[in-house]
């Protein structure tokens, strides 16, 4: 059932523009939220009830948009992804609201998040690797997010504490030694476009 009404869609969304990588991409996408859509609704289902909602949905904007550009490892089950995704968001939405982070702190925080995303983004895993190609646009973009987020969380607060989190949980994300410890191979890249 979701097999067809993802074809459908790709379908109606596709144009003439498109060429068959392109559509793929387009299907992925497609894919992606059709599978995570539920698991979303319920995430933020959560977070309304134990009163995250307002740090959660910064922490889903910002982790989103950075996590897009830089890629990194995913779980192998569907059901470790929604486990992992839930604990790690809620406890960093929570976390956000709770600590007070100094100047000085935050600028430790992103001077290391921008040397491991300048060395390590984006990082492709077997399941959904990178092209040569790819490599240098999302790492500037990646790098570009980056230094944004920096200037937006220079005011102390909740969207401070949202950007650092978000920037530094997903520098773990593309880390090869999250990798090793999860037993799967980082960084894939392919030579050429499929």
Do not use: W
């Not at 059932?1 to 074809?7: A, K, L, R, V």
């Not at 109606?12 to 059709?34: H, N, P, S, W």
């Not at 995430?43 to 889903?60: E, S, V, Y």
């Amino acid at each position: 059932m979701t097999d067809h009404i993802i074809e459908k869609l790709t379908s109606l969304l596709k144009t003439d523009e498109l060429d068959e990588y392109e559509t793929e991409i387009l299907k992925y996408g497609i894919t992606t939220v059709a599978l995570n859509l539920p698991k979303t609704i319920l995430l933020f289902i959560i977070a309304k009830q134990i009163k995250l909602l307002k740090p959660l949905t910064f922490f889903f904007m910002f982790y989103s948009v950075i996590r897009t550009f830089s890629r990194g490892i995913h779980a192998k089950t569907p059901l470790a992804c929604f486990l992992i995704g839930t604990t790690s968001h809620l406890g960093l939405a929570y976390l956000s609201k709770i600590i007070k982070v100094s100047r000085n702190i935050y600028n430790l925080v992103f001077a290391y998040c921008f040397y491991v995303y300048y060395k390590y983004s984006p990082s492709g895993t077997e399941v959904n690797p990178m092209y040569k190609d790819q490599i240098i646009p999302l790492k500037v973009r990646s790098l570009l997010v980056l230094v944004v987020y920096y200037f937006i969380g220079l005011k102390d607060g909740l969207i401070r504490n949202v950007a650092m989190l978000s920037v530094l949980s997903q520098s773990f994300y593309i880390l090869p030694i999250t990798y090793k410890l999860a037993c799967q191979q980082g960084g894939v890249v392919h030579e050429d476009e499929e």
